[in-house]
């Protein structure tokens, strides 16, 4: 007789590996797929199936990239697969595959060479569908688009400033006129770059009042301009939020010539009150 316990234990231990394995790769809520060195379909979990609409059956031992990732639509896909059989490092990578029913969905994976010895002999990959994700972001990119036009050809300036430090990350070309700098110049700079020193206290509370909806805009508020000149304008700010983070977005219009306008008019008037309030005749002024 031979004392085989040992052997038996390993047995036991490599048996229950693979059962865990394949448990894992059943239970998986992610794609698992295994290609061979041609591209063929070796491994296929339910996750895959769900996404896809085949069944591993469907697919065994068949080109991948003739049935989901047809090389004459995603030529690069295949490149890249070539890459990996070539001895490239396995790096994350994101393409389309078509489902069962011809619907294009957007596929995350990481790939991982697997190996005989020195050889590639094919490759594991984890697929994650974030297909309602690049919907979700290709619908926020035409937004931001849109907005973006939209700013750039308003008459009014237009600020982002980041809510916490309050640097700008945003100046529309009426926004970069108005305080003389060119855009890129602004979006260096923040609120305290634009006020006048003396008036940064109203200015902040002010923004504060209008970010939590108390006041709808602050009029003729003072301003600096690159030279350091003061002027007036009108401004509201309201907050927006990103997934970037918080911002304030200040709109602002310049009214330096109606203040100095009104204040001439103040001027003149007061003017006016005095000399006759001091004028020695009895003066009656009739509507």
């Known amino acids: 007789s031979e004392d085989i316990t040992e052997w038996k234990q390993a047995e036991i231990g490599v048996k229950n590996e693979r059962l865990y394995t394949e448990n894992l790769v059943k239970c ?69 595959i078509l489902t069962k029913d011809g ?20 490759i594991l990959s984890f697929g994650l569908d974030v297909t309602e994700q690049e919907k979700s972001m290709r619908a926020l990119k035409q937004s931001e688009e ?72 602050a009029y003729a508020l003072p301003c600096l301009t690159r030279e350091q000149k003061i002027i007036y304008a009108n401004v509201s700010a309201s907050k927006l939020s990103t997934s970037e983070g918080d911002f304030s977005v200040g709109f602002f219009t310049d ?3 109606q203040r100095e306008a009104e204040k001439a008019l103040l001027e003149s008037e007061e003017k006016f009150r005095n000399l006759m309030e001091q004028s020695p005749l009895a003066v009656q002024i009739s509507w």
């Not at 996750?47 to 469907?58: N, V």
């Not at 065994?60 to 490092?89: A, C, S, T």
């Not at 697997?114 to 094919?122: A, E, L, T, W």
Request: aromatic share 10%.
């Open 103 to 122: 619907e294009e969905r957007i596929i995350s994976w990481s790939n991982n060479k697997i190996m005989d010895g020195d050889h590639i002999v094919g």
């Open 255 to 257: 009214v330096t010539v």
């Open 146 to 217: 849109r907005y973006r036009t939209l700013f750039s050809g308003s008459q009014n300036g237009i600020l982002f400033a980041d809510v916490k430090t309050m640097k700008f990350k945003y100046a529309n070309p009426s926004a970069a006129k108005m305080f003389g700098y060119t855009q890129e110049e602004l979006c260096q700079l923040g609120v305290k770059d634009i006020h006048p020193p003396d008036s940064l206290e109203m200015v902040f509370e002010e923004f504060g009042a209008q970010l939590e909806g108390e006041r709808n805009f």
């Open 28 to 96: 998986a809520n992610v794609m698992i797929v295994g290609l061979d060195k041609d591209g063929k379909v070796n491994l296929f979990n339910p996750a895959a199936e769900k996404i896809t609409g085949y069944k591993l059956e469907d697919l065994k031992d068949k080109d991948w990239f003739q049935i989901l990732v047809p090389i004459k639509k995603y030529p690069h896909v295949h490149e890249e697969f070539n890459r990996l059989m070539e001895g490239g490092m396995p790096q994350s990578f994101q393409n389309p």
